[in-house]
């Protein structure tokens, strides 16, 4: 049996629900509300706490924000290679951007790039779609750190 | 509580304006006034317009990074300013033109200077106190030689400046 990629590309798409799709608003408003907040308990955060930010508060938001994100991942790519999936964008992109802000779209389109290679290469191999994806972010991963 | 985390992903200027952080521009980004205000800081602390306000914090030596959070500090407009050995990895042109500017700090805000080093008792101070378990403090610019012997149970006899200012009287 054979079915044709954009079908693949369809039906990966139908899994999509209005949860993620509310999920991944609460992220995005919640990030652009409060990003230097974020930015500076992350970096630092015995210093945020002098100027009376509810440092605990931003705090929890952040592990929330990152728990909602695994919630989404888990059911692309499973438990395991959730923590690939979340790390590996991120830590491609630190290589070649300075800046969190735009680090955070340049993750973001990794991600997207990933996803789109990883449809195509699982479609083509016939491999299981959750691991491919993981190897390929690696290997893109490993390739960055060794060239730059 | 954690110390910075010196491999993240925040330039110079990022890290400056985390002092203007508060309650009142929560959710609101960065005003002008707070852009000016950092930059004036770093300025105040020699890493000026053609200084490394775009580069990551990481990258910067010991030195310069002290600088960086000094400037963090000041851009807090605070009233009252604690330094405890805040020069000690900055070269001395530096150390001097800091002196400088926390002379010109000081109508706006108390600040308090606390050194090892002798020499860094500089001509700007309004009062001097010599701490050794007690407080040995006179309401002068001056330390008495009774003070000091008291307080570190040794001689001192000169201490130079740019300008000749004696901080230890005659004896």
Redesign the interface.
Known sequence: MSISLPTVCLIELSKTTDCDVTLDLILVLTVG?????L??I???????Q????PVNLIYYILLTLVAFTIVMLIRVVGVILVMALLTIPAAVS?IF????LH?MFGAAALSLLFMLLWLWLSYVTNLPSGATIVILAAAVFFVTHALW | ?????LN????VL??V??GR???SN??K??SEADKKAALEALKAMGLGLEGPK?E??GKLSGGERQRVFIA?ALA?EPKLLLLDEATLSVDRRLDTRFREFLNELKNKMTIIVVTHDISALFKYVDKIACLNRRLYYKESKQITQEMWMEAYQCHVDIIAHGLPHRVIEDY
């Open positions: 509300f409060l990003f230097k907040e930015l500076a992350s970096f630092d955060r015995e210093f945020a002098t100027p009376k930010l630190v951007i300075k800046r969190l680090m | 509580m954690n110390r910075p985390d993240f992903p925040a330039t990022d890290v304006l985390i952080l508060n309650r929560l959710t980004p960065y775009d990551l914090i963090r807090t």
